[in-house]
């Protein structure tokens, strides 16, 4: 039997993570984990029944009785909270900009990794976020930590918001991404940082595919 593969990709927002960990997975036919969509799917359903955000034992609670799930579909991964499908409603500006005060609390991470790690069991994987290296899958076959200047990152999430027809401020989004960046770099639990073995990629100025094929390179050194 072949050896289960673990891809661990982490990084500040917008850097490509879920881009390249998507494709990634595709080509080499492992599941793709989007950690972030689950702190998202909870953030939603916490706004959704307003809860109090400054409540960690408020938030833990709702997290109990909610579960978060992912289907693969022909047009990409969706997300569900509670089997309702809500891939586009956890993009919103109001679960962005709420986000990284959920994730911060520690009994919410304890029990999101747990899940995680749960998802993972004997499957080969790529899974994404921010702690994923140094916290979910420490023994991972391949960690990736992608960065690219905050301009370049807030040019992207830019356009993209232009292709879906949202027009956005610029100076806002960059505002909004170097604020979370520093919002999650800082936390107490599990903070965004590279781990000590991860392979640092900057990926200001690469394309996408540029990006995928670094990547591989470095995995069919473990293949
Ligand atoms: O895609 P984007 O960079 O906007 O963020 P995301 O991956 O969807 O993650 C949203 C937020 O969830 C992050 O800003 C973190 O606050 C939190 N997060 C986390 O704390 N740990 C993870 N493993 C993944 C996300
Ligand atoms: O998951 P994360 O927040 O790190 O970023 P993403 O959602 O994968 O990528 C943010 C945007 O940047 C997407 O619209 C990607 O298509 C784009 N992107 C890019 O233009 N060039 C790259 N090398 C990587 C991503």
């Known amino acids: 039997m072949t050896k289960s593969i673990q891809v661990a990709i982490d990084g500040p927002a917008s850097a490509g993570k879920s881009t390249v960990a998507k494709i990634l997975a595709k080509k080499r ?4 984990c989007d950690t972030g969509a689950m702190y998202r799917a909870l953030t939603l359903s916490a706004l959704e029944n307003k809860a109090d955000l ?14 978060i799930s992912f289907k693969q579909k022909e047009d990409g991964q969706h997300v569900y909270l509670n089997e309702q499908d809500v891939t586009d409603e956890i993009r919103v500006s109001d679960v962005t ?5 959920v994730s ?20 080969s994987i790529v899974m994404d ?40 401020d610029f100076e806002t989004l960059k505002k909004e991404i170097a604020d979370r960046d520093h919002y999650d770099s800082n936390r107490k639990n599990s903070p965004l940082v590279q781990a000590e073995d991860a392979i ?15 990547i591989e390179k470095e995995l069919k050194t473990f293949l």
């Open 129 to 168: 976020g921010r702690d994923i290296g140094t916290v979910v899958l420490p023994n991972a076959d391949l960690k990736i930590f992608l960065v690219a200047s905050v301009e370049e990152r807030a040019e992207r999430r830019y356009k993209e918001n232009l292709s879906k027809g949202i027009q956005t």
């Open 200 to 214: 640092l990629v900057d990926t200001s100025g690469l394309t996408i595919p540029e990006v995928v094929q670094k």
């Open 54 to 67: 400054d409540s960690e034992t408020e938030l833990e609670s709702l997290l109990e009785t909610i579960t």
């Open 97 to 101: 900009n709420a986000v990284s005060k």
């Open 29 to 32: 036919g492992y599941i793709y």
């Open 104 to 123: 911060a609390y520690k009994t919410i991470r304890e029990e999101m990794v747990n899940r995680q790690q749960k998802i993972t069991s004997s499957n």
